[in-house]
Every structure is written in C-alpha cells, then in structure tokens.
C-alpha cells in the first residue's frame, strides 16, 4: 500500500508529490488532463494570464529554480505558466509518479486506508488521500434552454480547446465580465467580426500596465528573492506588499484622488492595497468605488453604454477585483456591442443565436466565461466516502471544514487550498506552499511518533466554522451578494462564505500553533 495518492497535477500536486517523496514517502499523482498544469492546463482562452505579477506568482522552495526561471513579462501568460509547471514537473523528476489521463471518481475510506477508483475502473489503496484539486476547476456552465440545439461552437473558457478559436469573421457573443471575460473580450474583440458581450453585474476594474520585465528588474528580484519571500509570507494575501496603514476615511479627498491616481498608473492588485479600510468600511471603500466609475465614465465614449458598465451593486474588491488591458476602450469599438441581462435576461439559445426578452442576437460562436463552481465543486464532483457518509451529504448547507486543511469524518485525508482556508484571497503559490508544507510536517509527525490515522474533531470543526463566519463578518467581503466567495453564481448552491479571510500570514499562525500544540483539534491514533 502506498503511503499518499494525491488528485490532481497543477501547482499543489506537483509540491506535494515533491515535498512526500522528500519524506521518503511513496506517493503517487492521478490528474484528469493529459498534462500537468492544473489551472493552466485548462485555461487556454485569449488573453488569459494571472493577475498577480510573474516574479512572485512562483514557487519559493527551492533556490535554483527561483534563480535560474526567467519570466518575461509582469504578469505571465497562460502558456508561460504552464511551461514553468511543465519545467518543475521535469527538474523535479515528477513524472514517473504522475498518471495523466486519471480522472478519479471516488474514494472510500475503509478505517486503515483510502481506495480510490478511476474513470476507467482502476483502484489504488494509500494510507492518506490529498486533495489538490484547485478551487476554480470545476467549469460552471449555465443551464440555457435551445443550448444544444445551437448551430454554432460554444466554449467554456476553463475548458478551452488546445487547437485554439480562430474568430477571424465570425460574430462572438461572450457571457460573463468576471476576471476570465474581462481579459478575454478586448482579445478576442481584435480578431471577431463583431462581438456582444452579455453582462448580468457590472465589474470594477484597474488597468493591469502589462509589460515585459526588463533586465535590470529580473537581476533585482534574484537579488532580493529572500526579503520578496519573507514579505509574501507576512501579508494577508500572500503578495510581497503591504496593505497600507493609512485610512482613507480620514485622508482629504484630493489626498485620496492623488494614492488612488498613482496606483490607477502603476497598475495592478496593488489598487486595493491603497488604503488600509477598503475592505472595512462601506465608506472608505466607496470613494475608491467611485474613482472607478469615474475612470469609466471619462473612458467609455457613449455615456449610455457607461453607464451600464458602472458596478453599484457591491463594494469594490468584495468579488475578485480583476485587471485589464484595454477593456473599457473595447466598449469604444464600433464592432463591440453591450447587452445588460439583469434588465433584459437570456431567454434561450437558439441555432442563430441568443434570445434575451428584449432582442435576438445573432452569433457564431458563444463564449462562456460564466467562471466555475469554486472552491467545492472540485471536490464534490468526486464521490468521497468518510466513516459516517459522504462529503455531498455533510456539506449540503455548505462546507465545514477544520483550517479548510481537514474534514471531521474524513480521517486522512487533506485538502489542500480548501474552503475554509484563506487560498483564493491570496496569491495561490504562497498559499499552496504553506498547505503542502504543513501536511507535509503532520505526515512526517505521525510516522515518527508511529500514529497511522489522524482526523479532525467535530469541536475543531464547528470552531473554525464560527471563526470563518467572523472573519468575513468583519470585513465588506458578504456585502457582494451576488460572488461565488458565497456560491451565489451556481444556482442551488448553500450561501455560505467559503475562504477564510483572516489575512494568510494570521492563518498561518493559526495552523503552526496547532502543529506546536500536538496537532490541537485533530485526534491521533
Ligand atoms: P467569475 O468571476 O465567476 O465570473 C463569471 C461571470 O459570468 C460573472 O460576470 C457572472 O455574473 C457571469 N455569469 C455567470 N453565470 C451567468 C449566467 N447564467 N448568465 C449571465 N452571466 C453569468 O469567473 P471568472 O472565470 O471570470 O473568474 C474566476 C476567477 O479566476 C477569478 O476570480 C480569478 O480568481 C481567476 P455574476 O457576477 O455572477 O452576476
């Protein structure tokens, strides 16, 4: 019996499987695609690329390989990401213990190990399971009446086909203006005879001021790669700045107009980092509101068509902020048509198009950036069986977790980026090292004081819901109504808050304190 299986082959598989086999442990990688990459396997669509800046968008564990990867703009594209995957994968000699092509269907826990069965019907047994699935993989494709009757292409853009989309002449209709549509719509704008964009909330937006990452910049990072790491891990979310500490409530208004300007010209994530009570107070946060809107309103030429791309239904930065190069413009082309479905809603789909209770809308292909069923979808599509039931049955009101690293019920098994933890408020990488590393500890724990089975209690688990809840209490986080941070994109789905907004740096405390204390919370045998 092997030691580990591990589901899935993107950023957390690939660490975790490095970190085990540092352990002397056995472990082995089942990943659904036909390569590695997780994430930036899937994610083909134009324009796609991280919002977080290259340099740190990048493993810290090992010093070679963050000194000799060179990264050749701010923020690196898709197919930047997944050479660097593809490149650990091979530095690493990870692939002898990877099955591409493995899509796993279920596990079940027997009291000593887990089984796990694939798509094809194969079982392996291993005394732990390790979930590394990823929070945004599960696509979430709305349920359009006429969608399988339409006559032309239509693509999810998490499951964007490897060949590519040639648009050349063709009419695109894309739906969704979350971070995906709103770095693919200006791509894809260049190259299709006519596009309309379907958007249900209107979005906030920075400019990203993408650009390639000169010299002079690539030997300062390798330089200070120590201090931007040590930085990562005291922050909130993982990105190597600090928020600021100043309130914005207490600045005059053209002090703020002059911080939120330079960082509106600097680009970036960094827009929210600004003032330290954005995320806290309705107030703070809507003068950076309305710079926004004022930013696309001066932008967008028709004032009709700008006013419908003011966001007014939530605070900025309670959904994913996401960056942008050139979107707004976009809505200046003659070629670029704007269809609100909150006033007019998607009908059907019909074979020439889409029908909204207003109009037709004629189109050849049909774009769904319409984002994924986040953070336990991924793990709910496959069918987990504890020693009181399954994960589907325990998470019907939604997810409940201990540290979002472990389920009460579920004994040896770890979920790596779980809900429940900080991950998607923060740079993955960052988050994903302290996952894999601290599982890594517990497994290395329970082989040297010869425990086999570790599971989290009921008491823990109830305890880290309420501090979760808390947590996104204090801060604007719920007042977005409509995020998937709550599940209220997939339909039926329970309206819970599922990251632990806490801060990164305070978790992560959090989960070394129980390490220290001898794995507080968790019963051991
Ligand atoms: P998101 O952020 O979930 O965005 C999906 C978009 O699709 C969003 O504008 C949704 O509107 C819209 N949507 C979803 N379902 C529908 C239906 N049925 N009709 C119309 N519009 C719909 O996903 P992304 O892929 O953009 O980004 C995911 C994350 O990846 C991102 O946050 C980064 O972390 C990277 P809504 O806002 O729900 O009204």
Request: glycine letters at 8%; a negative charge.
């Given at each position: ?41 899937w994610n083909r669509y134009p324009g796609a690329r ?27 594209a898709q197919p ?59 696509a979430n494709v709305p349920d359009l009446p006429g969608l399988e009757d339409f006559g032309g292409e239509w693509y999810h853009t998490g499951r964007w086909p490897h060949e590519g989309v040639d648009f050349t002449g063709k009419r695109v209709g894309v739906i969704g203006t979350g971070s995906t549509g709103i770095q693919a719509i200006p791509v894809i704008a260049e190259q299709a005879a006519h596009v309309t964009v379907f958007q249900r909330t209107p979005n906030?937006s920075?400019?990203a ?87 696309i309103?001066?932008t967008v030429r028709d004032p009709e068509v700008a006013e419908r791309l003011l966001p ?10 996401p960056i942008d190069t050139g979107y707004f413009e976009t809505y200046n082309r003659d070629d670029v048509t704007l269809v609100d479905v909150r006033k007019s809603p998607i009908v059907e789909v019909t074979r020439e198009g889409v029908r909204t209770t207003e109009d037709e809308h004629p189109v050849d292909v049909l774009v769904f950036a319409t984002g994924f ?116 994109n ?36």
């Open positions: 019996m092997r030691d580990a299986v591990i589901i899935g082959a993107g950023f957390s598989g690939l660490y975790a499987l490095h970190r085990l086999r540092g352990l002397g442990m056995s472990a082995v990688v089942l990943e659904a695609g036909d390569g590695v990459g997780g994430t930036w396997y991280c919002d977080s800046e290259s340099y740190y968008y990048s493993y810290s564990f090992d010093e070679d390989l963050q000194q000799e990867w060179r990264w050749s703009e701010r923020y690196p930047e990401i997944l050479a660097y995957l593809e490149h650990v994968a091979d530095r690493f000699d990870l692939r002898r213990d990877i099955r591409l092509s493995t899509r796993v269907t279920s596990t079940v826990f027997d009291d000593v190990a887990w089984t796990v069965t694939t798509e094809r019907g194969d079982e392996l047994r291993a005394r732990y399971l390790i979930t590394a699935v990823g929070c945004l993989s599960s906030f920075v400019p001021r993408n650009a390639p990452l000169d010299e002079e910049f690539q030997a300062w990072v390798r330089a200070q790669y120590p201090e931007i790491r040590a930085l990562q891990r005291e922050t909130g979310n993982g990105h190597p700045f600090h928020v600021s500490s100043r309130n914005a409530v207490d600045a005059s208004p053209e002090q703020r107009r002059e911080v939120y300007e330079q960082a509106w010209q600097r680009g970036g994530l960094r827009f929210r980092a600004t003032f330290n009570d954005l995320l806290t107070s309705r107030e703070a946060n809507d003068t950076a509101a309305e710079f926004i809107r004022d930013k309103r001066e007014h239904d939530h605070p900025f930065a309670a959904k994913r902020p069923d986040a953070m336990t979808g991924p793990l709910l599509a496959i069918d987990v069986r504890g020693t009181d039931g399954t994960l589907a049955e325990k998470w019907r009101d939604g997810p409940r977790s201990y540290l979002g690293l472990a389920v009460a019920g579920f004994p040896n098994l770890f979920t790596i980026t779980g809900p429940g933890s900080p991950s998607v408020l923060t740079n993955m990488p960052t988050s994903i090292e302290q996952h894999v590393d601290w599982i890594a500890d517990c497994l290395k724990h329970l082989r040297d004081h010869g425990f086999h089975r570790v599971e989290a209690t009921d008491q823990a688990e109830r305890d880290w819901a309420r501090e979760v809840r808390e947590a996104a209490g204090r801060t604007l986080l719920p007042q977005a109504e409509s995020s998937w941070y709550l599940g209220a997939v339909p039926g789905k329970p309206r819970v808050f599922m990251p632990y907004a806490g801060g990164l740096a305070h978790y992560a405390r959090l989960c070394d304190d129980v390490a220290t204390r001898g794995y507080e919370g968790f019963q051991l045998a």
